[in-house]
């Protein structure tokens, strides 16, 4: 129990009668997680509950061990970087990270040698000096990341951070959330753009409906939803031979032949037999296949089978 | 459906447009035919510029441009650009104090539909992206999805053959990106329109669009069919593996079969001319006892052709 | 019979797009609709709407009574000398046209708030939900935008005057014996008419000029409301202080009833004293406000359509 990055018994928040999350019960370990679900799955009352701005209504929460609402020890180890954009315009992007240091209790020149990290890191380091009124999206996005780092927090929660950027941008931002993951900082990822967490990790929360749906690594939870065989797509020179083979196949529940010919997707109960299978049946067959692939195993369509 | 007609819908020429000491636009040329072209580049690429320019809302400072067959050089040919192209804003807006039917209508008649043309279209086309009891409500307290889908609704009320799409899929849920794409694929397919999608997202652009324009500075520094640049190069393969992988290095050179890289289970195998398809690779592994659990042709991602066109030295 | 299904939704417009002609009705319908649609503002028309009935009363009775008709069955006169009577329907015809003038000018003041609550959202509500963006994909000019919401604004504001006066004029002119009203007085009818309009468009142009420089409409009503009282107090209290009527003219209703006051020959109306000052500087002020709040509208307009 101890150690877990958030750990949850019994959580729900609600306001009024509209239920925010409702009876959570779950244990992250920690690294890097990636938030998931649909409008108004809860999400950004788990997060606001998770970064200690509201207080439960019912249940107990603990982030790396603290209760997190209005807990200033807890907030000097938590980075915020929400999905709205709240910057002091007339000031600069370096001005900006120190005043927000210098509220945590950090010196003058510390706070300064502090935000110019960060900045450079976020890659503004050419832009820091500029008022942020005239910064366009991308820039604001990674204003708010630096300050939430600056700090050198223990955990990171970010809603939504790469929108507005463009994809050189993007790409610079998942590897800093990749390097900040290798340098022990807990990350938690809310996103819509599922192939984005896809990138950076595994390991999910999925909210629906104010309730835990799935956690965990994806291949994991794919496993676990047995009810779906999995979707297996190859291309092969002769498929309608190969097709007849793998009906043959001890778990294939279906076979369907792409009408312009060359292509088969199967689906099958036992994908491990038929990964042990298929070499023999392609030597055997010598239907000339050329590409295999899974086509149900990432976080899209286990998105999908969940949520529906 | 019609295949593209002849004259292209979009034609730019060497189409320049600064707005005091910066360039927004140099030079930029950019055919569209048909179909859905993707437009990427860095945030201040000139991309807001060129979206008013294809709306005729700014003049061009030198250049030649034929948008949908009219010359934004006049001032009526800017005014009759507009009943042909349709403009889905990135920004979140809408006209206050109406609901999602009046909106369209409305649009509609501004367009240059008749009333009663108007009505129709805007059923119909409220229908086609999916919002159904909720058109007769006051849009303000729309969802985000449905203000999308909202957007996209009024920019083809007036069924116009180019479409201008700005970040279609902004703050969808993946329900929503999905439906969002299905929409924009199908209006580039099946529906016979001319789209112009502007994202960031690569995948989105790859899901919807055939060919890509990535702008940089102003002017088009990659430009492409996504087919022709993402070609595989020579007959590569990326092979994922499992069980027992010891003996596969050993078995693959054994094979003569070269492996270009490494990683983890993963392999990037190169096979020679001769071979036409992966039979007897999947032989070799089965004598093995090892699984090959995925195998595709290696291309270069999307990504990877923004990053290079981004990167390459513009010509003298 | 032949089967066939229809299931395509999405059917192509088979029909002619309008080109040209009065592209900015579309915009004006829907904006008066727009404005129509709450039921409580409409409770602003109902001052003008009460006096309206009120003034027409009195008009009518006064005819009435003095028309040589004696209401009083048995009355001892035999009725008034013919020469008296046609004393008496002069100053009754010059007593009905300063209550009309007398009228107006206290429906000016309901005209404003008329104009100024349905105008000060027409743009500034734009701007701020950006609905600019989707007008300006249209064929439409900023002519056509700007007379689109100018114009359902002139026929709100003359729902206040304009109608008011012709209903009263309509009236007088039965209620007079002899259609006298229209043979001696016809004038009036002109220059109510007249006034109306200039005092129609005088404030119309402000208003919609303000809301074209603000984002919201409470700030606009503000402002507007602001200017109009800003200006008369300046104008009266500088007047007053400087012994110097000219000053009057900062004020736009000061202005508006120097006009009255020309067109209708009046020595005093209101809290005037005085028509001291200049007719023709007059109408150049006036003439100036509408000329600048036209260039405000034209330039911010442009602006949406670049910039936004």
Redesign the interface.
């Known amino acids: 129990m101890s150690g877990a990055l958030i750990s949850s018994q019994g959580l729900s928040r609600w306001y009024g009668p509209v239920v925010g999350v409702n009876d959570l019960t779950l244990e992250v370990e920690g690294g890097i997680v990636g938030l998931?679900?649909?409008?108004g799955a809860g999400k950004s009352t788990f997060l606001k509950l998770v970064a200690g701005e509201i207080r439960p209504s019912r249940g107990t929460l603990a982030v790396l061990g603290f209760e997190p609402f209005a807990n200033r020890e807890y907030f000097r180890v938590l980075g915020f970087c929400p999905q709205q954009d709240a910057l002091y315009e007339d000031l600069d992007a370096r001005e900006f990270v120190s005043f927000l240091l210098r509220l945590s209790g950090f010196n003058a020149k510390e706070a300064r040698a502090r935000a110019e990290r960060a900045l450079e890191r976020t890659g503004l380091k050419d832009a820091m000096l500029r008022r942020t009124a005239g910064f366009?999206?991308?820039?604001r996005q990674r204003t708010k990341l630096a300050a939430a780092i600056a700090h050198d927090p223990r955990f990171l929660i970010v809603d939504e951070p790469l929108?507005?950027?463009?994809?050189?941008?993007?790409?610079e931002m998942i590897a800093l959330f990749q390097e900040l993951g290798r340098e022990g900082v807990h990350v938690l990822i809310s996103s819509?753009?599922?192939?984005e967490i896809e990138s950076v990790t595994e390991n999910i929360l999925l909210l629906h409906r104010g309730r835990l749906l799935a956690q965990g690594p994806v291949p994991e939870i794919r496993k676990l939803l047995s009810r779906y065989p999995n979707k297996v797509d190859i291309r092969?020179?002769d498929a309608r031979r190969l097709a007849r083979a793998l009906l043959e196949l001890e778990g294939t529940s279906s076979v369907h032949l792409a009408p312009e010919g060359g292509r088969l997707s199967l689906e099958t109960f036992d994908l491990a037999r038929f990964?042990?299978e298929?070499?023999?049946i392609?030597?055997r067959e010598?239907?000339?296949?050329?590409?295999?692939?899974?086509t149900d195993a990432g976080l899209?369509a286990v998105?999908?089978y969940l949520?529906g | 459906m019609t295949s593209a007609s002849a004259a292209p819908v979009i034609e730019i020429h060497e189409l320049s447009k600064s707005y005091g000491s910066v360039r927004a636009l140099d030079k930029l040329s950019l055919t569209l035919e048909g179909g859905a072209v993707g437009l990427?580049?860095?945030?201040?690429a000139g991309k807001t510029t060129l979206i008013?320019l294809l709306?005729g809302?700014?003049v061009p400072d030198s250049g030649t441009a034929s948008i949908a067959g009219s010359n934004p050089a006049t001032a009526a040919g800017r005014?009759?650009l507009?009943?042909s192209?349709?403009?889905m804003?990135e920004?979140?807006?809408?006209?206050?104090?109406?609901s999602a039917i009046?909106?369209v209508a409305?649009?509609g008649?501004?367009?240059?539909?008749?009333?009663e043309?108007a009505m129709t279209?805007a059923h119909?086309?409220l229908?086609?992206v999916g919002l159904d009891e909720s058109r007769y409500r006051d849009c303000e307290q729309y969802?985000?999805?449905m203000k999308q889908r909202l957007k996209l609704a009024?920019?083809?009320v007036?069924?116009p053959p180019l479409l201008l799409l700005d970040e279609p899929t902004?703050?969808?849920?993946?329900?929503?990106?999905k439906h969002m794409l299905e929409l924009v694929a199908?209006l580039g397919t099946a529906?016979g329109k001319s789209l112009l999608v502007c994202s960031?997202?690569?995948?989105d652009v790859e899901r919807t669009c055939e060919r890509v324009v990535v702008l940089k500075a102003g002017h088009a520094a990659l430009e492409g069919s996504i087919a022709d640049l993402t070609q595989r190069r020579g007959r590569r393969?990326r092979a994922n593996f499992?069980g027992a992988l010891e003996p596969l290095d050993a078995l693959l050179a054994q094979a003569g079969i070269a492996v270009e890289s490494t990683s983890g289970n993963s392999r990037v195998l190169v096979l020679n001319e001769a071979e036409?398809?992966?039979?007897s690779l999947?032989?070799l592994?089965?004598?093995a006892g090892?699984?090959?659990?995925?195998?595709?042709?290696l291309r270069s991602s999307l990504?990877q052709v923004?990053?290079e066109g981004?990167s390459r030295e513009e010509p003298a | 019979m032949k089967a066939s299904t229809h299931t395509e939704?999405?059917?192509?417009?088979v029909?002619?797009?309008?080109?040209g002609g009065m592209?900015w009705r579309?915009?004006a319908q829907?904006t008066l609709?727009?404005a129509l649609?709450k039921k409580l503002p409409l409770l602003l028309f109902a001052p003008p709407a009460i006096a309206t009935v009120i003034f027409s009363f009195i008009v009518y009775a006064k005819f009435a009574v003095e028309s040589g008709s004696n209401p009083m069955p048995g009355a001892q006169d035999a009725g008034p000398s013919p020469i008296g009577a046609i004393g008496g329907m002069a100053g009754n015809l010059i007593q009905v046209r300063e209550m009309i003038v007398g009228f107006h000018m206290a429906m000016d003041f309901f005209a404003l708030l008329i104009v100024a609550w349905y105008g000060s959202?027409l743009i500034a509500?734009?701007v701020?939900?950006?609905?600019y963006?989707?007008?300006?994909?249209?064929?439409?000019?900023r002519i056509d935008y700007l007379l689109g919401k100018w114009l359902p604004l002139v026929l709100l504001g003359a729902g206040a005057t304009l109608l008011p006066g012709v209903v009263i004029c309509t009236v007088a002119a039965f209620a007079s014996p002899h259609w006298s009203f229209i043979t001696e007085e016809g004038d009036t009818i002109w220059k109510m008419l007249l006034y109306s309009l200039v005092s129609v468009c005088v404030q119309t142009s402000l208003i919609l000029a303000v809301s074209s420089l603000t984002k919201r409409k409470t700030h606009a009503l503000a402002v507007a409301l602001g200017f109009f009282a800003l200006t008369a107090g300046l104008g009266a209290m500088l007047a007053g202080m400087n012994r110097e009527p000219g000053w009057n003219m900062l004020s736009v209703f000061g202005c508006l009833k120097r006009i009255a006051a020309g067109l209708f020959d009046l020595k005093r109306l209101g809290h005037f004293r005085s028509f001291e000052w200049s007719l023709s500087w007059t109408w150049i002020v006036l003439g100036a406000w509408v000329v600048l709040a036209w260039v405000v509208l034209f330039w911010r307009t442009r602006r949406l359509?670049?910039n936004g």
Do not use: W
């Open positions: 998931l679900g649909p409008n366009s999206k991308g820039m929108s507005g950027l463009d994809p050189l941008v993007r790409s819509h753009v599922l192939h092969a020179r990964h042990a298929l070499p023999a392609a030597a010598r239907a000339g296949i050329q590409t295999l692939e899974s899209d998105f999908d949520v | 990427l580049g860095p945030n201040g008013k709306l809302l700014l005014l009759a507009r009943r192209v349709g403009y804003p920004s979140d807006c809408l006209i206050p104090g109406m009046e909106l409305t649009l008649e501004l367009s240059g539909l008749s009333r043309d279209r119909e086309v229908d086609y969802s985000t999805g009024q920019a083809l007036h069924d902004n703050g969808l849920d993946p329900k929503g990106r199908d529906q960031h997202l690569l995948p393969l499992g036409a398809d992966a039979d999947f032989a592994c089965g004598r090892v699984r090959i659990e995925s195998l595709s042709e990504e923004f990053l981004l | 939704i999405y059917r192509p417009f029909g002619e797009l309008a080109r592209r579309p915009l829907s609709r727009s649609r959202g509500e734009d701020r939900r950006k609905a963006l989707l007008y300006f994909a249209r064929p439409l000019t359509e670049v």
